[in-house]
């Protein structure tokens, strides 16, 4: 076996579901991430590759199924994606308030465009700063911050309890 597939089998076995919630968090669709983290996959191992360890093959994965997301995202013109109905919420404690916020997180995200979305989770998720941000998405600290101002201001309304009144 060569080395690449070692690092192909590691790869897909103790990073996968990272990859795959990753991919899920850009997307908003589990199926959609899936597609993503193959064909991220399928770029990065398609040819022989030489040289690559766990950490330079993930990174270049991640990256990989980001510039897909945003690429895909402009070429097919949607740049809003459609919002979920959310039923009303009752004010019972309980596991089902955790799903309806992930469900509300999920809807909110999804009316960001791709590249607001991708600060986001670069961002919040990742963990990364706006310098970082910049370098993986390949544009100026001052755009990063643009999207991350824009997309606080659109999911602040959407995703706080306070009537329109009071915020």
Known sequence: MASWEHVFTDLAETRGQALLRYAYLLTGDAAE????????LL???GRTT?????????AYVRRAI???HVDGRRRSGRWLRVRHLVAARS??????IAVVD?????SALASLSPRQRACV??????????????DVLGCAPGAVKRHLSDARARLEPLLTDAPEELR
């Open 33 to 40: 991430a899936a597609d993503l983290v193959q064909e991220a």
């Open 43 to 45: 770029r990065a191992f």
């Open 50 to 58: 030489r040289g690559l360890t766990l950490e330079s093959a993930e």
């Open 66 to 68: 980001l510039t897909i």
């Open 91 to 96: 004010d019972v404690a309980g596991p089902e």
């Open 102 to 106: 992930g469900a509300d997180l999920r």
């Open 121 to 134: 989770v670069l961002h919040y998720y990742e963990d990364l700063s706006v310098a970082q941000v910049a």
